[in-house]
């Protein structure tokens, strides 16, 4: 009962409950087109009727190989476009090459140059589906064989394909990767699979949910159709558990129309374990950490994760003035630490600031900069 009223004061249903400003985070907004939002599951799913007897599906698919067994068999992103850069200041250097195609000599061309620093930011925009699934698995394999540790994907993407974003990212939760929704850019419906696997999360644009749709359904009632739905939505509380991302989400999912987008607060970001450290990740960590580099480390590196949210978060915030002050905050807690510094916080701009000059050592909050900088910001987003 409490988590229907929950769902049902977040559409705004009960005159108690305070409704958002449309189009602020909190509110729920119409779809404008098929293109603005998608959650759509095509996959077969084993189905049973009310008494336990199987119904007539087909058989689940098997998992797909691991990374050596990929396919390089050419592979079309469009509508999607993906570029490369070696640089994490997206104002001043823009979103790098884009990438003429997932060939392996094109990706290996395009991130050789990042390998000197060991970091890479791929910049993604467009719909989640095979072709994105491909760009993670080979981008990730590339980046291994050329020792990139540092890896950052930049994502604009209105959502797509349930089963896709999985694979995706289960593939993403094995290969360290930081995720980034910054101002301007929107993560909607499947693309929050996505987002739930990333080791790091950072936010400044608009994340939202609805409900699944389910395409290529072989049902004939009712009934039927509600109960693929349920084996769907089971599928995605486990991906959602494993990734360290709250299954309640999902329940809140099935209460928003697919013609319409619940755009999560940063409250809900946190709760639902969307943003910031990936809980899961992060007792892995914790325990790795302990051994490697000792208890102080992980009792600072809580502390500054703490502060980070209190002192640097608030609504309206562009990604560039959040980095800038998580690297001014992590000097109290004295990292980068001697002995660890590749674990230490935001570690990926470590070899960036070593390069450049004291004026040039981190990232400046958008106000400080010029009118020309500041339009870079908005390069490739909506």
């Known amino acids: 009962m409490r988590l229907l009223l929950s769902a049902v004061c977040l559409l705004g ?6 409704a958002p400003e449309p189009d602020r985070p909190g509110s729920t907004v119409p779809v404008a087109s098929a293109e603005e939002g998608g959650a759509v599951s095509t996959a077969p799913v084993p189905l049973a009727d009310e008494e336990g007897a199987g119904l007539a599906a087909e058989p689940e698919p098997e998992p797909e190989p691991d990374d050596p067994g990929i396919d390089w068999a050419p592979v079309d992103l469009a509508p999607g476009v993906a570029s490369i850069s070696c640089e994490l200041d997206y104002a001043s250097h823009g979103d ?4 003429p195609s997932l060939e392996r000599e094109a990706l290996d061309a395009a991130l050789a140059p990042c390998a000197e620093r060991g970091v890479l930011r791929l910049r993604y925009a467009g719909k989640i589906n095979g072709g994105f699934t491909q760009l993670m698995r080979r981008v990730t394999l590339v980046a291994e064989e050329l020792d990139i540790g540092k890896r950052v994907l930049d994502i604009d993407s209105s959502g797509g394909m349930v089963e896709d974003a999985i694979r995706a990212g289960d593939g993403i939760a094995e290969s360290r990767w930081t995720i980034w929704v910054r101002e301007g850019a929107v993560c909607h419906s499947a693309c929050v699979f996505v987002l739930a696997a990333g080791d790091m999360r950072m936010i ?4 939202g949910i609805h409900r699944i749709i389910r395409m290529s359904s072989t049902a004939t009632t009712r009934a039927e159709l509600n109960r693929e739905l349920r084996a769907v939505y089971d599928r995605v509380r486990d991906y959602l558990e ?8 999902a329940d809140i999912m099935m209460a928003v129309p697919n013609r319409k987008l619940r755009l999560l607060t940063a409250g809900e970001l946190g709760l639902y374990g969307l943003d910031g450290i990936n809980p899961a ?3 892995l960590d914790r325990l790795r950490l302990m051994r490697k580099c000792g208890e102080d480390f992980v009792v600072r590196r809580d502390a500054f994760a703490r502060a980070f949210d209190a002192s640097c978060k608030a609504p309206g915030t562009d990604l560039e003035t959040l980095n ?3 690297l001014e905050l992590r000097r109290q807690y004295r990292f980068p630490d001697e002995v660890c510094p590749a674990e230490s916080p935001l570690s990926e701009f470590d070899a960036l600031l070593a390069a450049e000059t004291p004026e040039q050592a981190a990232p400046r909050p958008r106000e400080a900069r010029d009118d020309g900088a500041g339009r870079g910001g ?3 987003a909506h």
């Open 13 to 18: 249903l009960l005159p108690g409950c305070s």
């Open 96 to 99: 790098g090459e884009p990438l």
């Open 204 to 207: 400044s644009g608009r994340v």
């Open 242 to 249: 494993r990734n360290g991302a709250a299954t309640a989400m």
């Open 281 to 283: 990740q992060d007792d």
């Open 324 to 326: 800038a002050c998580g």
């Open 378 to 380: 908005d390069a490739g």
